[in-house]
């Protein structure tokens, strides 16, 4: 059994890590990061292995910027996520993959958390006497961007040379995102201006960029490097930050954050610049009918379904078109759960189904609602190989028919 020390959340507490690990190939949300590197900042440089840390839950979550009161549920689904995920590290000619977290325990009656680092992690975390980056811990837990942290990591490194170098595809496998913004526009002003921003404004380091071209596409990403005075800086992000809360507690954004925080929900920045298109309004409309319900499991999907396929219009909405817009809705946020290619023929029947059960219909009406919303469906779920029937009220005269044809073959037995 490790031996087990109870900790506190202090900011000034200093990270030190191999530079092996820095460079490992990792892509971990901006909370999961912050964990890891909370903990990673109470290893102390007399430790021989590692502890189990118990860490206040009410101080854990004030660090990692999770807002209102602490809930086990929101702490234990990101701690469950992130021990499911790995990093990979090349050591010679193997190319090892391992998981960050080997244990984690939830002491309610305490309220505190206990945490273990995996014990693969020692030579990259222990005893440390070269080739390491060390870096306040407080650099970090300020940075609202993923991105943002891994690169101040790879640039904390270099700080003395003051620059570095990345060929573009490896600073993309870097950061995790291989596939993300394959344009470089797209990536420079999604990933590497945010970071610039964060990294100039809060912690002690800033940069520059120079592009590298091989004939008309940037190739190579060159950081200029420069060290910031702590209070200069910390002057500078405390004012921007006050700025940034004074125009944020006025806006219609800051109502969709603080309702998603009633609803349990960690809204980020990104994710609520995807739904403005839609009306921030209508957003708010949405969650305050869904704010209740229980049987959604991913309610920020959910919602991103339902203003995909709803069309919002600034006339009064007819209750029947709402209604059609919210059955449409949930069979997408049901049939979206598949991972496997579904046929025409197994949506539909496994929807009159839904239909019948979700809303109490009865068969003929689930029939009928199903064929009017049916294209609409088909079409998001990106089913192509199937009939369209233009009306509902044919297919139900055609349903009928078929009956009376039935009731006729029966009466002549």
Request: aromatic content about 10%.
């Amino acid at each position: 059994m490790l031996p087990t020390e109870i900790i506190e959340v202090n900011r000034n507490n200093f990270v030190t890590k191999s530079n092996r690990l820095i460079e490992a190939n990792y892509k971990l949300g901006v909370i999961e990061q912050k964990i890891i590197l909370c903990l990673a900042s109470n290893i102390q440089p007399t430790d021989s292995d590692f502890k189990t840390y118990t860490l206040p839950i009410k101080e854990f979550t004030n660090l990692l910027g999770l807002r209102g009161t602490p809930k086990y549920t929101e702490l234990r689904k990101i701690t469950k996520e992130l021990m499911q995920k790995v990093f990979e590290i090349r050591i010679n000619r193997k190319v090892i993959q391992v998981a960050w977290l080997s244990y984690v325990a939830y002491n309610e009656s305490e309220g505190t958390i206990d945490i273990r680092f995996d014990p693969f992690l020692r030579p990259y975390l222990l005893e440390l006497k070269r080739e390491f980056t060390s870096y306040k811990l407080e650099n970090v837990v300020k940075l609202k961007s993923s991105y943002a942290i891994r690169i101040y990591e790879l640039l904390k490194q270099y700080e003395k040379i003051q620059e570095r170098t990345f060929l573009l595809n490896d600073l993309r496998e870097l950061l995790g995102i291989e596939n993300l913004y394959p344009a470089y526009g797209n990536f420079k002003q999604r990933v590497l201006i945010p970071a610039q921003k964060e990294l100039n404004n809060k912690t002690d380091i800033s940069f520059k960029l120079e592009e590298i071209k091989n004939g008309r596409k940037v190739s190579k990403i060159k950081f200029i490097i420069q060290s910031v005075e702590p209070n200069k800086g910390e002057q500078l992000s405390l004012f921007e930050e006050n700025l940034e809360e004074f125009k944020f507690a006025n806006s219609v954004t800051h109502q969709v954050k603080k309702l998603g925080l009633k609803m349990g929900l960690q809204l980020t920045n990104e994710v609520i610049h995807s739904w403005e298109k839609y009306g921030m309004e209508n957003v708010l409309l949405l969650m305050g009918k869904i704010k209740e319900r229980k049987d959604i499991d991913n309610p920020i999907g959910y919602i991103t379904t339902v203003l995909k396929t709803t069309r919002f219009t600034n006339k009064e909405s007819d209750p029947k078109d709402l209604l059609d817009q919210t059955i449409l809705s949930y069979l997408v946020s049901y049939f979206s759960k598949s991972k496997e290619p579904m046929s025409d023929w197994f949506i539909s029947e496994k929807a009159i189904e839904k239909l019948q059960v979700h809303y109490s219909m009865k068969l003929d009406q689930a029939k009928a609602k199903f064929e009017k919303i049916k294209e609409e469906l088909f079409k998001v779920l990106g089913v192509t190989d199937y009939t369209i029937i233009k009306s509902a009220e044919e297919k139900l005269k055609q349903q009928q028919e078929i009956e009376e044809l039935l009731k006729k073959l029966q009466l002549t037995k």
